[in-house]
């Protein structure tokens, strides 16, 4: 090969061709480093029949390549992939390769030095200085990791090391990972998981593509089952990946599968340090990793041996990606196993309608665990109107959710009160003259964090201190926390129950695995008598001494339009009942809410799931809603409101007229401002064979729009505002 095209890691730029020079050999998925003017920019040979070039060059024209990575090329079922998820989700295949292309395929050094504090605190401690050990605590990491985690500049972490605050220390980046062992520990199943097992292990066996739905209730023994399925897929040498939602449960992930398997798997998230993601990259990328558990990133890896994926709590939101590249972890992974030819396994106590309708046309095959593993039992559900059993003035929980925690502490039991929103409280205003406070970023109030002291924006990460006067009118003490956040309830917890132990679990405290892992410990050793928290606590733990659950506001989620709107509170508060109940003792679950006869409500304390979902199915249906009909979100921002509308507003009038699809807007987004930037948002909704993204390729392309304007299209999109 004299030519190559090559696909470098430059979203603005299409594929370019090189020379290769004599001496170098390359071929498809090889990793290599492209001069791009004064630039150096590294990019991955591609076949030229696949990602055309806009304008032919000739052989003379062409700049050599200047290297190419000892790692392993990237295999061809992740190229067909990138293809894949850059035309559907209309996205630059650069910005897709991304996740699959590391820096760590050209670092071949074996050691790599990092630093961390010795425990000495110096004699000139400096607000800086005393900032950064506080925060850096036992982390380690390169200068620059530490900085960001203490956000002070490089030189105060240089000026510690050189007062021997902190040292530094050799990390070896390619000792190999142990390997998982499939007959460690074989589970004892009960029949209905070992018939789902039995049929996982045979698609594994066979080497087929076959996506499946394992629909367990919670507690049912899912990840028992699906263990399994890694058993097989690690006895025929293949590779396995395990998708999570959250980061925060990678680490009781890891503790559940080392009892398994006798070691952890590989795990990947954004919590890594570069020497353990440059490890981890390498070692899956050489197939010597052979599971790896992580967030949503990890599926575009290049694993050569791929041969079972895993997307565990298929149903989370959180797997749709809504920045920068807009894909559906859940559907991507599953056109992943159609490019690899290997299983894939969508598991989930409540099923979105999107997968029970792949179901239904006969394109998954569902596997059901329909009873709780063991004597655990399902728990009581019963719902408590709040209008007719209102808390006591000032307060949040109802007399009879306040006495069944009594009761739960005198029993020595667990309790667990959920809220599905942080810090203390969501708005802050002045009593004397009514300002308000909001984000001087974003089109949203600042939430109040007493822990911190702080007022916090949740979108942008803008923070200020509390102020003790009205910045308006200036009038002291008059500043009212309004609404509940998990810190008021908590703050209410102590006021009733001063001798119980309780803990506020958000990403606000929990933001690592180790964070997690902490947490669990104190759960199981008994050192925790209340938890109170938001989403981060509905899924995958597990507590036997958990027997009560209080869901705090369960219609904080039916707010807002959303058309998932009641299909989440109804998965949401599934999922954190769960949580009770799940070992011998039984469990109890208290909804308060001000509608208990809202459809959602009585499917919740019913128990009757399927109704619930014919009744939401239908009503997508008769909208031509997702599944039934497509949506693709146009998102137009600038920093200059005049250009951002305007734009919006010659996107609008360019909109093709047909009779497949409606388009609406342009209109102000919900939130209209964010991170500085003026939105404004359309909505395409079409029929579901309708080929939408051909349709927004063509009626975009054929516009232009000046550089401060930015637009981005959101195919399938789960966010409205």
């Known amino acids: 090969m004299t030519r190559a095209r090559v696909l470098v890691l430059n979203s603005a730029l299409g594929p370019l061709d090189y020379r290769v020079p004599a001496g170098m050999t390359v071929e498809p998925g090889s990793i290599v480093v492209a001069p791009l003017g004064p630039r150096q920019l590294a990019g991955v040979v591609w076949e030229a029949d696949r990602m055309p070039s806009e304008a032919e060059v000739g052989d003379n024209r062409l700049r050599p390549l200047l290297g190419v990575s000892d790692a392993p090329p990237i295999p061809a079922p992740v190229r067909r992939l990138v293809e894949w998820t850059a035309n559907y989700y209309l996205s630059p295949p650069a910005a897709v390769l991304a996740m699959a292309v590391r820096t760590s395929a050209f670092e071949s050094a074996p050691t790599i030095t990092e630093y961390r504090a010795t425990g000495i605190v110096p004699d000139r401690l400096t607000p800086q200085r005393a900032q950064a050990l506080e925060r850096i605590g036992d982390r380690q990491g390169l200068v620059r990791e530490l900085a960001t985690i203490a956000d002070v500049s490089d030189?105060?972490?240089?000026?510690?090391?050189?007062?021997?605050?902190?040292?530094?220390?050799?990390?070896?980046?390619?000792?190999p990972y142990p390997l998982p062992d499939p007959r460690f520990a074989p589970p004892h199943l009960s029949p209905e998981q070992a018939d789902a097992s039995s049929i996982l292990r045979q698609s594994v066996g066979a080497g087929a593509f076959q996506t499946f739905l394992l629909d367990g209730v919670t507690g049912s023994g899912k990840t028992e089952v699906y263990f399994e399925a890694v058993a097989a897929a690690l006895a025929d040498g293949k590779q396995t990946l395990v998708l999570l939602p959250e980061i925060?449960?990678?680490?009781?992930?890891?503790?559940?599968?080392?009892?398994?398997f006798g070691c952890e798997p590989v795990a990947w998230h954004s919590g890594l340090r570069s020497s353990q993601r440059r490890r981890a990259w390498r070692a899956i990328a050489s197939g010597q990793a052979m599971v790896t558990v992580g967030a949503r990133s990890a599926l575009f890896l290049p694993y050569p041996n791929l041969g079972l994926i895993i997307v565990d709590e298929a149903h989370e939101t959180s797997f749709k990606q809504e920045e920068g590249v807009h894909y559906h972890a859940r559907d991507v992974a599953v056109m992943r196993g159609f490019f690899e030819e290997c299983t894939v396994i969508l598991a989930s106590a409540t099923p979105a309608i999107e997968t029970r309708h792949q179901v239904e046309l006969g394109r998954y095959e569902e596997l059901r665990l329909p009873d709780r593993y063991g004597a655990a039992e399902m728990p009581h559900i019963q719902a408590i109107d709040l209008i007719q059993e209102p808390p006591e003035r000032g307060r949040w929980l109802s007399p009879r959710l306040v006495n069944a925690i009594e009761e739960t502490l005198a029993r020595g039991e667990q309790s667990l009160l959920f809220l599905n929103r942080r810090g203390y409280a969501p708005l802050t205003l002045c009593r004397h003259c009514g300002h308000r406070f909001q984000c001087p970023n974003c089109t949203a109030w600042m939430v109040e964090h007493r822990l911190i002291r702080r007022l916090s924006c949740h979108h942008c990460g803008h923070t200020q201190s509390t102020p003790e006067t009205c910045p308006e009118c200036q009038s002291e003490d008059t500043l009212v926390?309004?609404?509940?956040?998990?810190e008021r309830i908590a703050d209410e917890v102590k006021a009733l129950f001063p001798d119980a132990r309780a803990a506020v679990v958000t990403s606000d405290t929990i933001w690592s695995p180790a964070r997690a892992a902490e947490f669990v410990q104190r759960m199981e050793h008994g050192d925790i008598d209340i938890v109170v928290g938001t989403q981060?606590?509905?899924k995958g733990y597990h507590f036997p001494n958990l027997t009560l659950v209080g869901v705090v506001d369960a219609d904080l989620g039916l707010d807002g339009g959303d058309l998932r709107a009641s299909e989440r509170t109804f998965q949401q508060i599934m999922q954190v009942s769960g949580r009770a109940g799940r070992g011998e003792k039984p469990g109890t679950v208290y909804i308060q809410t001000h509608a208990p006869d809202a459809q959602v409500m009585q499917a919740l304390v019913s128990g009757d799931a399927e109704a619930f979902y014919a009744a939401e199915t239908e009503a997508r249906r008769e909208a031509g809603a997702p599944p039934y009909g497509r949506y693709a979100a146009?998102?137009?921002?600038?920093?200059?409101?005049?250009?951002?509308?305007?734009?919006?507003?010659?996107i609008g009038r360019g909109a093709p007229q047909r009779d497949e699809m409606h388009v609406y807007g342009p209109a102000p987004a919900p939130l209209a401002m964010l991170r500085g930037r003026h939105r404004f948002r359309l909505l395409v909704h079409a029929r579901r064979a309708f080929d939408v993204q051909d349709m927004i390729r063509e009626w975009l392309g054929g516009l232009s729009w000046g550089p401060k304007v930015r637009v981005a299209v959101d195919v399938d999109p789960y966010s409205f505002v």
Do not use: H, Q, Y
Request: charged share 25%.
């Open 634 to 650: 146009i998102i137009v921002s600038s920093e200059d409101k005049a250009a951002a509308e305007e734009t919006a507003r010659m």
């Open 155 to 175: 030189a105060v972490i240089r000026g510690l090391c050189k007062i021997g605050a902190i040292e530094s220390v050799v990390v070896d980046t390619d000792t």
């Open 481 to 486: 926390a309004c609404g509940p956040g998990v």
């Open 536 to 538: 981060l606590v509905t």
């Open 248 to 260: 925060a449960l990678t680490e009781p992930f890891l503790t559940r599968f080392a009892k398994r």
